[in-house]
């Protein structure tokens, strides 16, 4: 059980593992933390957390685990702010939807990766923000990737694991390049793909009738558009390297489709959309 949680960040991420650790009862007290007071009093009011503060430093003396779920632009700034207030003995965990830049980060503040710290990345989320869009269940049935590092002592990672278990998620361990490269194809380049479609369709100059006509298939494929642009910003900024190789491996596809059709090769493109069809059934299946 946590004695004492201080998450920093209390959106849609923070917010929701403090209603599902609350709702588990695996937490005594929750203390909140960010830039703006009225956001943390509106966590207060929604009884996500118990108190909060607006200074870091203050925020995470006397507790025993802090979860860090700002954006990833953020993190180095937070770190900074922590540095040197934190009990010994508590366990520092973080939600970043990249690990190489989060670690670089501690890296940079603390000089070397601290025994306490284990990066974390929730595979769950909507496209809204926010306390008010948090709920306990957000993390139900949904996998948690822990990258601890050869430093990270083996009882923070317990540690951490252990919560991610109490809301119940399920938690998987892999090194920080293979989760940025997964996440760089299964996360991010949807993402990015969608707000460059509907931001492209969005120029046009027939843009009326194009989102007037728009069906389910438009809303499907861009819902992500509506994520927080400062959060994706910042995602495809962390995980660059990642992110354009596979740009440049789906630019190079999305070539070979428009000379299949320029062609008007009948069995390329069919083979193309089956091959498609097949690897999305057995994955929604
Ligand atoms: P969010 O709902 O926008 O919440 C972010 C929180 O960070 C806000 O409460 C904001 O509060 C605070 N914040 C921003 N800058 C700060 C700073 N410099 N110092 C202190 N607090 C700051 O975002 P989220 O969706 O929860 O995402 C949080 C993290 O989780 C991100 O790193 C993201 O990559 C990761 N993540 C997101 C998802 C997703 O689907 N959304 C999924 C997995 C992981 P104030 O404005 O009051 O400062």
């Known amino acids: 059980m946590i004695r004492r949680l201080c998450i920093i960040g209390v959106g849609l991420i923070g917010g929701s593992l403090a209603r599902a650790l609350r709702a588990a009862g695996e937490v005594e007290e929750i203390v909140g933390a960010s830039r703006d007071a009225a956001h943390l009093q509106k966590a207060v009011d929604l009884g996500v957390i118990d108190r909060y503060e607006t200074d870091l430093s203050a925020a995470v003396a006397g507790a025993d685990m802090v979860f860090v779920s700002v954006p990833l632009g953020a993190m180095r700034t937070v770190f900074e702010a922590i540095k040197g207030s934190l009990d010994t003995g508590a366990v520092v965990t973080d939600a970043g939807s990249a690990k190489g830049s989060v670690v670089e980060d501690v890296q940079s503040v603390f000089a070397s990766v601290p025994a306490w ?169």
């Open 117 to 285: 710290f284990v990066p974390g990345h929730p595979i769950a989320g909507t496209e809204e923000s926010g306390v008010e869009a948090s709920v306990a269940e957000l993390y139900r049935g949904r996998r948690v990737i822990l990258t601890p590092l050869p430093e990270t002592r083996v009882e923070a990672t317990l540690r951490v694991r252990s919560m991610w278990e109490a809301t119940g998620a399920v938690v998987r361990e892999m090194d920080v390049k293979h989760h940025d490269e997964i996440l760089a194809a299964t996360s991010h380049l949807p993402h990015l793909l969608a707000f460059t479609l509907v931001e492209s369709l969005a120029r046009m100059s027939e843009k009326r009738e194009i989102f007037e006509y728009a069906a389910g298939g438009f809303r499907d494929f861009t819902r992500i558009a509506s994520s927080d642009p400062v959060m994706w910003r910042d995602i495809c900024l962390a995980n660059r390297d990642a992110v354009l190789d596979l740009l440049h491996h789906f630019g190079k596809d999305l070539d070979v489709l428009a000379s299949a059709i320029r062609n008007r090769d009948e069995k390329s493109i069919l083979q193309l959309f089956q091959d498609a069809k097949a690897a999305r059934d057995m994955f929604a299946g």
